[in-house]
């Protein structure tokens, strides 16, 4: 457990909290997307855009707005910090035809958040054959100084990763609390998923305890109004 | 208005055939007169609710028109002229084919029953075929009764919606005579009723000469019941007419005057352990009700461990194991058992034995509902049920004496008659299609003839048949994902196969908790943590609800089924327990009962109090306690809202009694904390009971009161209904259970899904950020409306809360004190007991947080 990871939500923005991956600080963002100050590169894993219409052509009717919601927040983010590269860190489309069914004003919405600045799309399982037509750059996985970016968590010093959408649960005096997070033991980490729509996977699941040695991570939870940094073997 | 029966029929004897009168006397009875009654409404080709008390023999009267009008061969009965039959008087053409229908709330009454009717119909040689068809009834004989239906079948209201979305529900019903609907008191309170009533509404299409029985214990508002039972022609009212049953003997109700000192608070009992257990000891069978179902398990260990006398005692409560409780109810059947603690789970049901004394503890709630529990003492009509109230704390000693002072006068209290809710009819509509293709101006027509939904608008039931079709959303992108879709002449068919099976797997409105498994292994000592090793297997104790298990963390003891046992750990639904050897478990689990207390009772309680004469009929200790408070602060008045203001070891408080029921005041303590927070008072957190809501925090809340910083008039406006509720229903987690269990209803999402046997732990997607999306882009969609009704009158209690604040407008006491009052004290004993200001997530994560720093910075 490092030290950066402990000072979380004292931060005089307390929408975000540190964390520190192989020596480099990023701001874990409430959003769920994590921010590189220097690099001004903001990650977000895990859009599932289009789950809202995946499952209703299986005849679960689900609110067609979640591609909505989620661009929305994304621009949310966006317009906070600004930033020079975007990496959408697989996932973002929920099925391998979503793109087809994003509306022109979704594409729009894409394009809006794309202009001015790089973008980088990383496949994922959901994803794996990316869409040509939607802007930015397609690639499997991007390192950038000690830091690598894939979908899925090999547990290799410095990874940033998604796919397994950590979720974390505390409970006291018979309260509980159940809220999505980022799970990082300081040498790598495994971000929130963004999507609206998109479930969670308790970091206590044996999927994490095969990424992270036994020293033990800490969850990030995604709390109303601030980050916080919880031991992870607290959680369940 | 009905005519109200009882004329006793001139002639008894010419109602019923020969063989009947001769099988009643050789029983040495002789018919009940509204037991006649009904076959003299048979006769009079009329649909008849019957209300009368337990051990009225109201099913047999409910079945009689039946068995005389069957007790004739088919054959005779369609070849021969109408003089030569033996019959209600009405003409019988019968070509064979289902002739009544009998549906009652539980499975396991169904079956009782039908092995009841099997006597008179054998010691009489009736030609009936009588069967049940429940959830567990094999495919095969169900296929069987579609197509060769018995004389008489005994389900459910989710069997009916399930025979009814067949194709052959029109060969299979257009025979029908009769239908009778048990227990309808019980049935009409909750959706289920909605479904049922859309069912009739069906029936009464298919079958229009069918007449309809109800059989209901007694109920406030008759004639609503009675509409329940008939289809409501356009514009106007129409009801079956009602037979009362007299000759009930009243009730002997007591409270337990105890030698013990009154408890302030808690809901246990345990200072009347002793007391209840003598009470069982002199008695033959006593049924002990409790209102939830952890202070049965409290009480029932507790009265385990001081049962010198080895009494047969047993716990019977609706999440223990199925076997484990038909197990007791046999045992009660042969009058094997002294005593049994149980909950709700025995409100229903027939008789069990001979139980001769109720002891109902702590509070009533209503009357109704205690009246219907007291019935369960001596199913013998002339005879007195006997009952002991034992109220567990001061409070409910008040509720207790009004309670008996009501069943003293009779007075009812039951709900009115609900509005059907639009989860319901969606789940219904997607039935009729699965059925047969309809016309949406067709089936609005038939809809509306169900009581319940008499009023429904055009403009609902369209945005109904909308979401049923394609979601109903504003954003028209589902048109081709269609589940029902409109052909050339506009009648709406269902659109494949599969949204049929998809129906036949979801229907029902009992949308379960989640609940666990429990299961009793040996304890692997010491450490917590994940799914490590842990003997897998372990004796079946009984289910859980998820949300319980989910607070607590792994060593934590609590009491279930019987025992005070150790969580251990939880793998996929399996809850891991182990025997533990606290004696005091270190989660209380007092989740609050079902129901709160009734308006009628509330009413009379604020009555009560206002009336110091009347406190004559109280206990000295009680009268004490109300003495002493009305030195010190006040006794509120009748309409009066008394709040009060005092400061305790470095906090200040807010106490208020609108006596509104713990629903209420939960909602009415979320909303006084939000607009504390709003005027800077820095509320900390708050305590809702039955009776009385308190508020604390850090800021003076008598200074700023006395300044007028805090107007109580503002504070208590009903316009916190309006802003500040929305901002909080955006994060309530109840709203989110509420909408969830609208979602299942309506068939939006699928409890089980067709070809997938889905593990619960892997939730494919989550309701509450369906709940959060929808309400973000389309507030005004029909589930999410459905789903505020439903908070109306369900878990926020909406309605009555706004009926308060509107009472108390100009009418607020403060009373500005240095310290608690007695008042108070109940309401204060349960801080920490229940949880604190329930849904602030930053708080909680802040304290693990803390604590972390703590351990880390040593």
């Known amino acids: 457990m490092t030290a950066g990871a402990l000072v979380s939500g004292d931060d005089e923005d307390m929408r975000v909290s540190r964390v520190t991956i192989s020596d480099v600080t990023f701001a874990a963002d409430l959003s769920g997307a994590l921010f590189w100050e220097e690099q001004r590169l ?193 959680c369940y | 208005m009905p005519p109200r029966i009882l004329k006793i029929p001139a002639e008894p004897a010419t109602l019923l055939p020969d063989r009947f009168n001769a099988w009643f006397a050789a029983r040495g009875w002789s018919p009940r007169a509204h037991q006649l009654a009904l076959l003299e409404k048979a006769r009079e080709d009329a649909s008849a609710l019957l209300i009368a008390p337990t051990g009225a023999g109201k099913t047999l009267a409910g079945f009689l028109p039946t068995l005389v009008e069957l007790s004739t061969p088919a054959v005779e009965r369609n070849a021969g002229s109408k003089q030569s039959l033996v019959s209600t008087g009405r003409s019988v053409q019968r070509a064979g084919g289902l002739h009544t229908l009998y549906i009652s709330p539980l499975k396991a009454l169904a079956v009782d029953i039908a092995r009841n009717l099997e006597r008179p119909i054998a010691e009489m040689g009736l030609p009936i075929k009588v069967e049940t068809r429940t959830g567990d009834t094999p495919v095969s004989r169900r296929q069987r009764q579609r197509r060769y239906p018995p004389d008489v079948l005994l389900t459910t209201p989710e069997q009916l919606a399930l025979l009814l979305s067949s194709h052959d529900a029109p060969f299979l019903f257009s025979s029908l005579k009769r239908i009778v609907l048990d227990e309808l008191h019980a049935l009409v309170t909750s959706k289920r009723g909605d479904l049922l009533s859309l069912g009739l509404a069906r029936l009464w299409r298919l079958a229009p000469q069918m007449r309809a029985i109800g059989l209901s214990a007694t109920v406030a508002e008759p004639d609503q019941l009675a509409r329940f039972l008939v289809p409501q022609p356009e514009g106007r009212e129409a009801a079956a007419d009602i037979v009362i049953a007299g000759g009930a003997a009243p009730p002997l109700v007591e409270m337990l005057d105890t030698r013990e000192r009154l408890p302030w608070a808690g809901h246990s009992a345990r200072h009347a352990l002793p007391e209840i257990y003598e009470l069982i000891k002199a008695n033959k069978t006593t049924l002990v009700f409790v209102n939830t179902r952890s202070q049965a398990e409290m009480l029932f260990q507790n009265l385990w461990s001081m049962n010198d006398d080895g009494l047969a005692i047993a716990l019977h409560h609706g999440s223990l194991d199925v076997a484990q409780r038909r197990k ?225 963390t792994p060593g934590d ?184 269990n609208c979602a299942i209803i309506s068939g939006l999402i699928a409890r089980r899904h067709t070809g997938e046997e889905k593990s619960r732990r892997q939730v494919l997607f989550s309701t509450d950020l369906v709940y959060d999306v929808l309400r973000k882009h389309q507030a005004d969609h029909v589930l999410l409306r459905t789903a505020r009704a439903d908070a109306a009158t369900g878990l926020l209690d909406l309605r009555r809360l706004g009926d308060m604040l509107a009472r108390i407008q100009g009418r607020i006491t403060h009373r500005e004190l240095d310290r608690v009052s007695p008042l108070a004290v109940p309401v204060m004993l349960e801080i920490g007991r229940e949880s604190v200001y329930g849904e602030a997530a930053d708080e909680l994560l802040a304290e693990a947080a803390d604590e972390l720093v703590k351990e880390a910075m040593g």
């Open chain 2, 557 to 740: 003891t609590f009491v279930f089924s019987g025992e005070v046992v150790r969580y251990e750990t939880l793998v996929e639904d399996q809850v891991y327990v182990s025997r533990a050897h606290d004696k005091d478990p270190k989660v209380p689990s007092y989740m609050g009962g079902k129901f709160p207390l009734s308006t009628y009772l509330a009413e009379r309680v604020r009555r009560l109090l206002d009336d110091g004469r009347a406190w004559g009929g109280l206990p000295e200790q009680v009268r004490d306690w109300l003495s002493q408070q009305k030195d010190v602060s006040r006794v509120p008045a009748v309409r009066e809202l008394l709040v009060e203001s005092f400061p305790r070891a470095n906090k200040h408080y807010l106490v208020c009694y609108p006596f509104e029921g713990r629903l209420a005041h939960q909602t009415l303590g979320m909303l006084l904390t939000r607009r504390l927070e709003r005027a800077r008072a820095r509320p900390l957190g708050f305590v809702a009971n039955e009776y009385a809501v308190a508020i604390w925090g850090l800021g003076d809340l008598s200074f700023m009161i006395r300044e007028g910083r805090i107007d109580l008039n503002a504070l208590f406006d009903p316009d916190m209904l309006g802003d500040d509720l929305e901002a909080w229903l955006a994060e309530s987690a109840l709203m989110k259970r509420t909408f969830r």
């Open chain 2, 328 to 552: 007791v109810e046999d045992a009660m059947s042969a009058g094997r058992l002294r005593g049994v603690v149980c909950t709700s789970s025995l409100d229903l049901g027939v008789d069990w034995g001979d139980v001769d004394l109720v002891v109902n503890i702590g509070a009533p709630k209503g009357s109704s509902r205690l009246m219907q529990r007291i019935g369960r003492a001596n199913h013998r009509l002339e005879e007195a049920s006997r009952a002991v109230l034992v109220p567990a704390n001061r409070f409910e000693v008040l509720e207790c004496r009004v309670a008996i002072d009501a069943i003293a006068e009779n007075a009812q209290d039951t709900p009115p008659l609900r509005t059907g809710a639009l989860d319901v009819l969606a789940q219904h509509v997607l039935g009729c299609a699965c059925g047969a293709p309809f016309f949406s101006d067709e089936l609005y027509s038939e809809v509306g003839t169900a009581a319940p939904y008499a009023d429904l608008s055009r403009k609902d039931f369209d945005d109904v048949v909308d979401f049923v079709a394609s979601g109903g959303y504003a954003l028209k992108t589902y048109e081709r994902f269609a589940r029902i879709k409109q052909d050339k002449e506009g009648r709406w068919r269902v659109a494949n196969p599969k949204v049929r099976q998809s129906y036949r797997m979801n229907v029902g409105t009992i949308v379960e908790d989640d609940m666990l498994k429990v299961r009793l292994v040996r304890s692997r000592g010491g450490g917590s943590g994940s799914t490590g090793v842990i003997a897998r297997g372990g004796r079946l104790l009984g289910e859980i609800e998820e949300a319980f298990i989910e607070g607590l």
């Open chain 1, 42 to 234: 903001l990650v977000v894993s895990d859009l599932h855009l289009e789950k809202g219409s995946s499952f209703a052509t299986r005849g679960v009717l689900l609110p067609p707005y979640d591609t909505i919601a989620t661009l929305g927040r994304l621009a949310a983010v966006i317009s906070r910090h600004d930033p020079r590269v975007v990496i959408a860190l697989g996932d973002s489309f929920h099925d391998r035809t979503a793109h087809e069914r994003l509306s022109a004003e979704d594409r729009d919405a894409v394009a809006g958040l794309q202009s001015g600045r790089d973008w980088i799309w990383i496949s994922g399982n959901h994803d794996p054959m990316l869409p040509r037509d939607l802007g930015g750059t397609i690639a499997d996985e991007i390192a950038i100084g000690p830091i690598t970016f894939r979908h899925e968590p090999t547990g290799a010093p410095g990874e940033i990763a998604g796919h397994l959408h950590p979720k974390a649960r505390i409970s006291a005096r018979g309260r509980s609390m159940e809220r999505r997070c980022f799970a990082s033991d300081g040498m790598r980490a495994v971000m929130p998923a963004f999507g609206a729509y998109a479930g969670g996977l308790s970091i206590r699941d044996a999927a994490f305890a095969r990424i992270f040695p036994k020293n033990g991570f800490v969850a990030h939870l995604l709390g109303d109004r601030r980050v916080h940094a919880i031991a992870a073997s607290r």
